[in-house]
Nanobody, 127 residues
């Protein structure tokens, strides 16, 4: 089992940047494929980005491609979401998620496949 704690959210102006972190505690961080999801007020939670166990494979929702970058640091048991050129429509609660996968190359983009979730961190982008 793994526990996930997000940090790094806040208020930023449009065009600005934030880096979210998700620290994992528990067993065998390297066994987990990881993802970031977000939920805006009045909307369903949506996929944002995901990364494989190896870190060599990633996936993004079209609306953040070229602006967001997901990465992982196995030494720190942490997954990051670097967000640049932020837009007001990026405003949401961002949550990280983890699931065990046998293949090191698998990228998991479906939220129903994830077994573990963090509490979330608020990101607000002002216009």
């Amino acid at each position: 089992q793994v526990q996930l704690v997000e940090s790094g959210g806040g208020l930023v102006q449009a065009g600005g940047s934030l880096r979210l972190s998700c620290a994992a505690s528990g067993r065998a961080f390297s066994n987990y494929a990881l993802g970031w999801f977000r939920q805006a007020p009045g909307k369903e939670r949506e996929f944002v980005a995901a990364i494989s166990r190896s870190g060599g494979y990633t996936g993004y929702v079209d609306s953040v491609k070229g602006r967001f970058t997901i990465s992982r640091d196995s030494a720190k048991n942490t997954v990051y979401l670097e967000m640049n050129s932020l837009k007001p429509e990026d405003t949401a609660v961002y949550s990280c998620a983890a699931v065990v996968r046998s293949l090191v190359t698998t990228v998991v983009t479906t939220q129903g496949e994830y077994a573990y979730w963090g509490q979330g961190t608020q990101v607000t982008v002002s216009s």
